[in-house]
């Protein structure tokens, strides 16, 4: 999870917005926040600041330039210039502060398409969990470390909110894995 | 023909005119200042040159460094591109003396047509109109001026006979306004010019600025390429151009295109040059001035014509006559052209300078983009801020504004302020898409700014991931940086090449 709070140059308000990364070994796909608004994108940038976005069915392009108190945007044919008031970067999946997960939980709204474990199944670091499917991309849900379904909470073809609960876990102890 | 063309200039027109020498198999010499080292016009050059300095006085206007330069690499011809020494006679006689030829007319014509007062007298002996006026010779009664002003009726425009830039130049309104009008005027024009003579004129209002362009040969021809109108001005300077003007029957249109080739006959002119005019609303036309040279503006006509105006002047400078004669030109579909600049349109066309960050000019079917810059590119204080010249093509004035406005949507510049938004919203402007313009369009025309796209929240997502990704930042803060830069495919799109 990405914390921004940005002010638009000439605008007054500061606006916090929020930016994830929802699948590990799917870099591009993101959800955007601002306020209640939820935005699902595939999103690229490259070492230059220069990037694309695809919203649902839409392709925009776009350029960024960063200073340190300020990025400005060139997206649509305008260039937009946004102050970065506050900013907060947290990772995204797996190996947060707090530990091993005691949830696996849908980074994104999608369908479940398949799910690899039952309740009562051992599982290594990484192993594929579940797999789901959102914007026409498949993700692979899986936590860094290793340990126990405890339940699975969903099934295949159900369709998810982000954040709902998919499985509960128990994580193996640390000298076991 | 030529061996080797140095071009006294820098920027996009030096960009441009090396292409086409480099097509006619001519080596093109570029000069350059120091800030300009690594410009987009040094590395399109066959060969460059130092010219040590900073400011425009110590290197593009040094006639004697570069006519040095010339002499000792083997040039044959120099191209003065437009601005800098490309109308000063006394740098066209320099390059003749040292035995260079150069690219333009001869000397003595560049220094009648810069005297406004003799080029009038030229023009209306040659039997072009010119706007009513009046001009004194010698020292100037004040109880004179104040009789001919009102015989001519206010508003009346002082102006000065060396004048250019709007210098020395002024509108009065009323005779009350006169006397400081005329004092002020003949201050400022004897401090830039050292030339304080000034002459009258009626000053017309609400006109259309539309010119002539002209072409002679040292073959006794000479010919006009139609006009464009450049009506569209801030600070007295041109920033949209097109041909063919809309207001133009083809009766007019012809009486302008003869009034052209009498005025270039009548000056013996040889190589390019452009009459100005203004237009009124009833059809009738005023002679402004001359311009001998290559115009800013030059590709609409290009594009209009289909004919390479410099290649055309490198012929001609060679002796040779003219590739194109009157009944071989005709016109074809509407060209427009936007002068890109760094600045603020909403501060008053505040210059903004700063390194370009990234550089992505639209291309496509009916596009031509003239440029001087590219990625990396340092936009400094000590030039004239235009990047770059858009220029659309299309069968009718409809399709080439809505093309125009499609590239002006395309056209990615960061790293400085640029007017390209402001552009957009001038052709998109209900009136100038009915092709009401005048030369007063900008200051009776509020230019909205055109409402967003969408809701704002791409221009977040955007700034998002852009301050996650922590990149964009250092990405050509130098010429290593630049070469990064140019790895993407769209720096390549730009034409950089990295060695």
């Known amino acids: ?177 | 023909m030529f061996r080797k063309v140095l071009i006294a200039n820098r920027g996009e027109i030096a960009v441009r005119v090396a292409q086409t020498l480099q097509e006619m198999g001519i080596a093109a010499v570029a000069v350059h200042s120091e800030p300009d080292r690594n410009a987009l016009h040094v590395r399109r050059a066959d060969e460059a040159y130092l010219l040590e300095g900073k400011t425009s006085a110590e290197t593009y206007l040094r006639g004697d460094k570069i006519i040095s330069i010339a002499r000792s690499h083997g040039v044959d011809a120099i191209h003065p591109g437009y601005g800098f020494l490309s109308e000063n006679e006394d740098f066209a006689q320099a390059c003749i003396d040292a035995g260079l030829v150069f690219i333009g007319p001869p000397p003595h014509i560049a220094a009648a047509m810069g005297d406004k007062i003799v080029a009038k007298k030229t023009m209306a002996s040659a039997g072009v109109p010119i706007v009513p006026g009046w001009a004194g010779e010698g020292r100037i009664d004040i109880e004179v001026v104040r009789h001919e002003a009102a015989k001519i009726g206010y508003p009346v425009l002082i102006k000065a006979a060396a004048g250019g830039g709007g210098k020395g130049m002024r509108v009065v309104n009323e005779e009350s306004q006169l006397a400081a009008a005329l004092e002020s005027a003949q201050r400022e024009a004897g401090n830039a010019f050292g030339d304080a003579r000034v002459f009258l004129e009626k000053y017309i209002t609400d006109a259309r600025h539309v010119e002539i362009q002209i072409f002679g040969d040292h073959h006794g021809n000479a010919v006009h390429l139609f006009e464009r109108e450049c009506s569209i001005q801030r600070r007295h300077q041109k920033i949209v151009e097109e041909s063919p003007c809309v207001a133009l029957s083809p009766q007019v249109r012809a009486k302008m295109g003869e009034a052209g080739v009498r005025a270039a006959k009548a000056m013996g002119y040889a190589n390019a040059g452009t009459v100005e005019f203004m237009l009124t609303d009833s059809g009738d036309f005023y002679f402004l001035e001359v311009n001998t040279r290559l115009q800013v503006e030059h590709p609409v006509t290009e594009m209009v014509v289909g004919r390479d105006l410099v290649r055309a002047q490198v012929q001609v400078a060679a002796g040779m006559k003219l590739p194109f004669d009157q009944e071989q030109l005709t016109q074809t579909g509407h060209a427009i052209e936007c002068r890109i600049y760094a600045e603020d349109a909403s501060k008053g066309f505040l210059p903004s300078i700063g390194r370009i960050a990234h550089y992505v000019a639209p291309s496509g079917p009916g596009i031509r983009v003239d440029s001087g810059v590219t990625a990396g590119s340092e936009i400094s204080v000590y030039y004239d801020p235009m990047l770059s010249k858009l220029i659309a093509w299309a069968r009718t004035r409809d399709e080439a504004i809505e093309k125009m406005a499609w590239a002006l949507r395309r056209y990615v510049v960061m790293g400085v302020t640029t007017n390209i938004e402001f552009l957009r919203n001038v052709v998109l402007h209900p009136e100038f898409r009915a092709g009401r313009t005048t030369t007063r369009f900008l200051e009776n025309h509020a230019i909205a700014a055109a409402a967003p796209e969408g809701d704002g929240t791409e221009s977040m997502i955007a700034a998002a991931l852009a301050a996650r990704s922590g990149r964009g930042r250092h990405a050509v803060g130098t010429s290593a940086g630049a070469l990064v830069a140019a790895d993407t495919p769209w720096a390549r799109a730009t034409g950089w090449r990295a060695y």
């Open chain 1, 1 to 177: 999870m990405f914390k921004l709070l940005l002010k638009h140059a000439g605008g007054d308000e500061s606006v916090e917005v929020q930016l994830a990364n929802v699948d590990r070994n799917s870099p591009h796909l993101f959800t955007f926040q601002h306020g209640e608004t939820i935005t699902n994108l595939i999103a690229e940038v490259d070492a230059t600041g220069a990037g694309w976005m695809r919203i649902g069915g839409r392709v925009i392009p776009f350029y960024s330039q960063r200073a340190d108190k300020h990025i400005d945007v060139w997206v649509n044919g305008a260039t937009h210039r946004f102050e970065i008031v506050d900013r907060t970067a947290q990772r995204a999946t797996g190996a947060t502060a707090g530990g091993p997960k005691t949830t696996l939980t849908a980074p994104m709204p999608g369908t479940i398409l398949k799910i690899n474990v039952e309740a009562g199944d051992t599982f290594a670091p990484s192993q594929a969990l579940v797999i789901m499917e959102s914007m026409k991309m498949e993700m692979t849900l899986s936590v860094p470390h290793g340990g126990t379904i405890a339940e699975i909470t969903c099934h295949a073809g159900q369709l998810v909110e982000m954040g709902a609960l998919l499985a509960r876990l128990e994580p193996a102890k640390r000298d076991a894995s």
